[in-house]
């Protein structure tokens, strides 16, 4: 199923959501295994039930109830709650965002509407939720020569030729449609496409790989090997013929130049023994610095806990001044 939504001030969300990771609290869930095959490590059964002695497990109610708490745990996951406090520390990062100002002007003016007009229960149906304002979530975005580039969460890309008016797929052949990032390599215009969906969600899939398409979308290969189950968070270029992915499993490099070339692993801190779904080196972000030809590149690692104070030890900003050959942490 594809699904677009249109968003507004992207960046408050995002410092929104950091601000909320340091506020989740509350105890792992017990009896959890020690790995889970799903995008992001989330456990999607909760393990503390509020089963009262005299439920019928097998009953109506008792059913809506647990599926109400999977809903909820993995939205809080690894925690129980979230603090209040975190809520308002993020208001306060958000307020702190730099503003900048400009006009704004609706040009998807098509009617849309996710609700199932037939379809109506008390709990579970889409009925005065909101869903007919909104339609799916989007991951990133890429512009180039006039045309705008969306990455749908799963639903592929959809390129805009009229500035946002209309939208056309451009990925639906792959046979993963699970987008994470986006970028134009400067050098040559083509448009790289990183699969694997980096959000924290019940719904959020991997993805195989990084697709380049030189001829606008219509057409998309597989550069290096594929990436089996990765999530890529973003994708970068030196200036320099060479292009950095983050990814969930490490910072990967390869040249640009040569399509043949597979993706190296340049930053992998944790070493993670034990397979933890929390300690397998999420690198978040990867910029690389202006007028350095190159060689300085800082990388963020940063994911939320497990179980151990350890989970999160390697979590912080890690620098190369050799382009990206050995990396510092830097905090």
């Known amino acids: 199923m594809r699904r677009i939504q249109r968003t507004g001030l992207h960046t408050l969300i995002a410092g929104s959501a950091i601000a909320l990771v340091?506020?989740?609290?509350?105890?792992?869930?017990?009896?959890?295994?020690?790995?889970?095959?799903?995008?992001?490590?989330?456990?999607?059964?909760?393990?503390?039930?509020?089963?009262?002695?005299?439920?019928?497990?097998?009953?109506?109610?008792?059913?809506?109830?647990?599926?109400?708490?999977?809903?909820?745990a993995v939205r809080t996951a690894p925690g129980t709650t979230v603090s209040a406090n975190a809520f308002a520390a993020a208001a306060a990062a958000g307020n702190r965002l730099p503003q900048v100002s400009g006009n704004w002007q609706e040009v998807t003016t098509q009617v849309y509407n996710q609700d199932a007009v037939n379809y109506r229960d008390p709990f579970w149906s889409n009925s005065?939720?909101?869903?007919?304002?909104?339609s799916g979530r989007m991951t990133a975005l890429a512009v180039d020569q006039g045309a705008i580039y969306a990455a749908a969460a799963a639903g592929g890309i959809w390129k805009s030729t009229d500035s946002g008016g209309h939208w056309t797929p451009v990925f639906d052949p792959q046979n993963d449609l699970s987008m994470g990032a986006l970028a134009v390599n400067p050098a040559d215009h083509s448009i790289w496409a990183g699969t694997g969906e980096p959000n924290t969600s019940q719904d959020s899939y991997g993805g195989d790989g990084v697709f380049r398409?030189?001829?606008?979308?219509?057409?998309?290969?597989?550069?290096?090997?594929a990436l089996s189950n990765y999530l890529i968070y973003r994708l970068t270029f030196d200036g320099h013929g060479n292009v950095y992915a983050a990814t969930s499993q490490g910072l990967l490099k390869r040249s640009a130049l040569d399509l043949k070339a597979d993706w190296t692993t340049v930053l992998k801190p944790d070493p993670n023994p034990a397979n933890s779904p929390y300690r397998t080196s999420f690198i978040t972000d990867v910029q690389v610095k202006p007028g350095t030809n190159g060689q300085d590149v800082i990388a963020a690692l940063g994911?939320?806990?497990?179980?151990?104070?350890?989970?999160?030890?390697?979590?912080?900003?890690?620098?190369?001044?050799?382009?990206g050959n050995t990396f510092t942490e830097v905090t």
Not at 22 to 44: I, T
Not at 213 to 223: E, I, R
Not at 303 to 323: A, I, V
């Open 303 to 323: 994911w939320r806990g497990g179980t151990l104070p350890t989970d999160t030890q390697f979590n912080g900003f890690y620098e190369s001044t050799d382009g």
């Open 22 to 72: 340091a506020g989740v609290s509350g105890p792992a869930l017990a009896g959890a295994p020690s790995s889970h095959p799903g995008p992001a490590g989330l456990l999607p059964a909760i393990r503390h039930s509020t089963i009262q002695p005299n439920d019928n497990p097998g009953g109506e109610g008792q059913n809506i109830l647990n599926s109400a708490q999977q809903f909820a």
């Open 128 to 134: 005065s939720g909101g869903n007919g304002l909104v």
């Open 213 to 225: 398409s030189a001829d606008g979308g219509k057409t998309w290969q597989l550069v290096g090997n």
